[in-house]
């Protein structure tokens, strides 16, 4: 019933159906997509590499490699992605940045309206000096 230097699936299920997860603690996200976490998922896909007629030392260096390059790529990923109170801090900086720069365009439309009045003013001053000095 055992086989010497191979796990015994249907006992493991049996034990686990029996104990439930009772006293268990609770999975994080990135538990669930390691193979490392006890070793049964690796364990049924070096089987199924020695199904298809690989040398099981071989299925296993397999299994390791990979198992090896995903935990490394989900250790990348989960350090490279951002929390929700970081994108909202970064969204109120930026609306603050964008309010700030309204209100820079506002007064600089402030200022390029005084400037043309000036220089309306200047025209005018202009005129009426060459009209004083026509008329003399």
């Given at each position: 019933?055992?086989?010497?230097?191979?796990?015994n699936?249907?006992?493991?299920?049996?034990?686990?159906?029996?104990?439930?997860?009772?006293?268990?603690?609770?999975?994080?996200?990135?538990?669930?997509?390691?193979?490392?976490?006890?070793?049964?998922?690796?364990?049924?896909?070096?089987?199924?590499?020695?199904?298809?007629?690989?040398?099981?030392?071989?299925?296993?260096?397999i299994?390791?490699?990979?198992?090896?390059?995903?935990?490394?790529n989900?250790?990348?990923?989960?350090?490279?992605?951002?929390?929700?109170?970081?994108?909202?801090?970064?969204k109120?900086?930026?609306?603050?940045?964008?309010?700030?720069?309204?209100?820079?365009m506002?007064?600089?439309?402030?200022?390029?309206?005084?400037?043309?009045?000036?220089?309306?003013?200047?025209f005018?001053?202009?005129?009426?000096?060459?009209?004083?000095?026509?008329?003399?």
């Amino acid at each position: 019933m055992f086989q010497f230097g191979r796990r015994n699936e249907d006992k493991l299920r049996i034990i686990w159906l029996t104990h439930g997860t009772a006293g268990r603690r609770k999975k994080k996200h990135s538990d669930v997509f390691r193979f490392g976490m006890g070793g049964i998922g690796k364990i049924c896909l070096v089987r199924r590499l020695e199904a298809q007629g690989l040398p099981p030392n071989q299925a296993y260096i397999i299994i390791s490699t990979l198992t090896t390059f995903l935990n490394t790529n989900l250790d990348h990923l989960t350090q490279s992605v951002v929390s929700k109170s970081a994108i909202n801090e970064f969204k109120a900086e930026q609306n603050y940045d964008l309010s700030q720069f309204k209100l820079e365009m506002k007064h600089m439309q402030e200022i390029i309206e005084v400037e043309a009045g000036l220089e309306a003013g200047k025209f005018e001053l202009m005129k009426y000096c060459v009209g004083t000095f026509v008329s003399v």
